[in-house]
């Protein structure tokens, strides 16, 4: 079958390449005509793990294309994904204009049969609303939903694992096409769970609103164990073995960030306003990631003084992936500055990407450069690679001591061992053996304000 996808984006680029491998022919398009002229050149836009590799032997096989041009790459096809981006707009909701212009576009130009798929994440109710739209607009082709769960840095093991694959379609004919392409993974023992419209769009957020829940209930039991003593891995292993709650997403962090938690909640919030049905759980939970944010800006200014130098390493909002959108990174590092602090920063993946969204930060392209002369190091995102650093090395190369592992992604004893004062997430801090040198900062008194201001 062939294959159109509008908005060749994080979603419409990885979902292209993967369908592809399925014996597709598939045509990715977009608006940037500069993002595609890339493509066509082997240049991806975007950095995600094991993607370059899936879309230069896709293209080599003919059956990944991409273009500029709308009308080409839509007509013949049977689907048409959307998969543009849905921001938020002022208040909060939905900026829907790329998806309903798209339908616009796309419209004209649908193969009779050809089913319009929304890929894109949207509000309840939106697929009734385009189909609407392009009847409008003398085309009476299906309006299917058809959300992606895939996470960013992971996302072509996902599409090729998914834990299920939900299929919105409120007339038979777009079931059968989509159930069809899906086909191999039912196969395979993958859920294709075939329900409304409506049903399917509702399930993207509740699923995302959900995860985002445990993420901010695991950063607040971090916040307990801090103060009893315990171990916030040691209590999310004996919470996450019950089947019931399940261990992902239960690692304590700096704040969810991303294209998705941050807007997909707010989102879900402002639906449930316009029906009368308010979502007080999410609303808490997003005041909880905020102040989150601050506050672990706070506890670095607690320990430093004016004028200190910290160096950040991870600036993406997760690992595996280059995008820094509503990353922990953007509210801590100028909170840091705000205060007279200099911040240097590695990222293996953000340095482009970050020096435009944080242009007053020092970018170092290796790690051991960014914390030379450093009073304080963060790690804030969990790339592997922070793990065998030489923390050795980089005490000596520190002129402080001390060491905020925003991801618990270190051993905390290992690096006490080479002098340096190790504070986690919902763990003891580890103190180094003995003072190797002198230097440490000393607190700076009443930081912890930021936490307190509101945001
Ligand atoms: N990024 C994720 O991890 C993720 C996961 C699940 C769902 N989603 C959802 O998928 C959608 C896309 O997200 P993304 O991260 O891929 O966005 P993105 O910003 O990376 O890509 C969107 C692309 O659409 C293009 N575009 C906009 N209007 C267009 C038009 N009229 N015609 C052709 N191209 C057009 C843009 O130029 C851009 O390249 C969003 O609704 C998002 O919420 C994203």
């Known amino acids: 079958m062939d294959i159109a996808i ?3 984006g994080y ?4 979902t292209g390449a993967c369908i592809a491998t399925l014996g597709h022919v598939v045509t990715c398009i977009d608006i940037d005509k500069a993002k595609i002229a890339g493509l066509e050149q082997g240049k991806l836009p975007l950095y995600e793990t094991g993607l370059d590799e899936l879309v230069t032997s896709e293209r080599r096989s003919g059956r990944l294309r991409f273009t500029a041009d709308l009308a080409a790459g839509v007509r013949g096809a049977g689907i048409v994904f959307v998969s ?12 829907l204009s790329y998806v309903r212009k798209a339908a616009d ?9 050809a089913v319009l798929v929304l890929k894109s994440t949207v509000p309840a109710g939106t697929a009734r609303q385009i189909k609407r739209q392009i009847s409008a607009l003398g085309r009476n082709n299906p309006v299917a939903s058809n959300p992606e769960f895939l996470r960013e840095g992971s996302a072509v093991a996902d599409f090729f694992n998914p834990d299920r694959i939900v299929v919105g379609a409120d007339e038979p004919a777009a079931a059968r096409s989509l159930a069809s392409l899906y086909a191999p993974f039912e196969k395979h023992g993958v859920p294709v769970v075939v329900t409304s419209t409506v049903d399917a ?10 995860l985002a829940l445990k993420i901010g209930f695991i950063n607040e039991v971090a916040d307990l164990c801090e103060q009893t003593g315990a171990d916030v891995a040691s209590v999310a292993a004996c919470v996450g ?10 690692a304590p962090g700096p704040g969810f960030g991303g294209s998705c938690f941050p807007k997909d909640t707010r989102a879900f919030i402002a639906t449930g306003r316009r029906f009368g049905a308010n979502q007080t759980l999410v609303e808490s939970l997003i005041r909880s990631n905020e102040l989150r944010k601050r506050k672990l800006a706070g506890r670095i200014l607690d320990h430093l003084a004016r004028g200190s130098v910290v160096a950040v390493l991870g600036t993406a909002f997760k690992a595996g992936t280059d995008d820094m959108r509503e990353a922990a990174a953007l509210t801590i590092v100028p909170l840091l ?4 602090v200099k911040v240097k920063a590695h990222d293996p993946q953000c340095r482009t990407v970050g020096a435009k969204m944080l242009p007053a930060v020092s970018w170092h392209d290796d790690p051991y450069a960014a914390v030379a002369d450093a009073d304080a190091v963060v790690v804030l995102t969990e790339w592997p690679d922070y793990r065998t650093l030489d923390w050795r090395r980089i005490a000596a190369s520190m002129r402080g001591r001390t060491l905020f592992d925003y991801r618990n992604l270190l051993e905390a004893s290992a690096v006490a061992a080479h002098g340096l004062r190790y504070i986690g997430l919902g763990r003891p801090v580890s103190q180094p053996p003995a ?3 002198n230097g440490s900062a000393s607190t700076a008194g009443d930081w912890h304000d930021i936490a307190a201001a509101p945001y």
């Open 6 to 8: 509008v908005g060749t």
């Open 11 to 14: 979603v419409g680029l990885t």
């Open 84 to 95: 543009v981006g849905t921001p938020p707009d002022l208040r909060g909701d939905v900026d």
């Open 105 to 113: 576009d796309i419209a004209p130009h649908l193969s009779k049969g």
């Open 201 to 210: 769009e509702l399930a993207k957020y509740a699923s995302n609103a959900f």
């Open 241 to 250: 073995h019950d089947k019931r709650i399940g261990s992902a997403f239960l």
């Open 337 to 340: 500055q705000q205060q007279g």
């Open 435 to 437: 003072a190797a040198k």
